[in-house]
Nanobody
Framework: QVQLVESGGGLVQAGGSLRLSCAAS????????MGWFRQAPGKEREFVAA????????DYADSVKGRFTISRDNAKNTVYLQMNSLKPEDTAVYYCAASDRIYSGSVTADYKYWGQGTQVTVSS
C-alpha cells in the first residue's frame, strides 16, 4: 500500500507558476512509476505527466508540453510537477498516482494508488 499526499496547489494569475509536490509513504518509492492527472469541473480526469521509476523517462499531455515539468527525488519519496505559464484552462484538481510498473505513461488503469488531490485555480 502506498499513501500519497499532494501539496502546493493554490490560486495564481495567468502566466504564473506553481510547483506541486506529492509525498509518498513507502520507502520503496523508487520502485513505482508516478503520474500526475487532473480533473476540471464537469470534465473527466485526464493525464498530465508521467515519470518512470528511475526518472529517465517522462511524458506529457500535448496541452502542457513545454510548460510543465515532472521530476522526482527518490531520496525524499517525492514527485514534483513544476507548472509554468499557467492558463485558466489549467484550472483543475490535480492528483498524483503511483504504479508498480517501471513506467506507465498515460495508462490510467496501471495506477493503483491515488492521492486526494490539490486544487489549482488560474485566474485570467
Amino acid at each position: 500500500q502506498v499513501q500519497l499526499v499532494e501539496s502546493g496547489g493554490g490560486l495564481v494569475q495567468a502566466g504564473g507558476s506553481l510547483r506541486l509536490s506529492c509525498a509518498a509513504s513507502r520507502r520503496t518509492f523508487s520502485n513505482y512509476a508516478m503520474g500526475w492527472f487532473r480533473q476540471a469541473p464537469g470534465k473527466e480526469r485526464e493525464f498530465v505527466a508521467a515519470i518512470s521509476w528511475s526518472g529517465d523517462i517522462t511524458d506529457y499531455a500535448d496541452s502542457v508540453k513545454g510548460r510543465f515539468t515532472i521530476s522526482r527525488d527518490n531520496a525524499k519519496n517525492t514527485v514534483y510537477l513544476q507548472m509554468n505559464s499557467l492558463k485558466p484552462e489549467d484550472t483543475a484538481v490535480y492528483y498524483c498516482a503511483a504504479s508498480d510498473r517501471i513506467y506507465s505513461g498515460s495508462v490510467t488503469a496501471d495506477y493503483k494508488y491515488w492521492g486526494q488531490g490539490t486544487q489549482v485555480t488560474v485566474s485570467s
